[in-house]
């Protein structure tokens, strides 16, 4: 017995499996239903668009904030894809410094 809940272990794998079922004939109608009904799609792309054009400068102050960081890790998966780590950090160590400080590295 779960006493935070006061579920049984079944209940709880039943709870699971109900929700599992649930996602699965949701995402079968989406793909056989709703994709397919050009009002929904274009519904859905008009909703995209002005997400994307109320939020365009928020994503752009992100980017601008994050910069410095998000070009230090590009940088490291080039080196760590042909294997130069070792080049990576005696040549780059304020970048080493920084990707550790974010925990990519």
Known sequence: MDSSH????????????????KREREKKYYHEVLAKNPEYV???????NT???YNKEKKKAQYEKDKEFLRARQ?????RKYEML????????????????????
Do not use: C, W
């Open 75 to 79: 940088l490291f998966y080039h080196y």
């Open 6 to 21: 006061g579920l049984s272990e079944e209940q709880v794998q039943t709870l699971i499996n109900n929700y599992k079922k």
């Open 42 to 48: 274009k519904k859905n792309r008009d909703g995209a």
């Open 51 to 53: 997400h994307y054009h």
């Open 86 to 105: 070792d080049k990576f950090e005696e040549i780059h160590p304020q970048k080493v410094e920084l990707l550790r400080q974010r925990g990519t590295m």
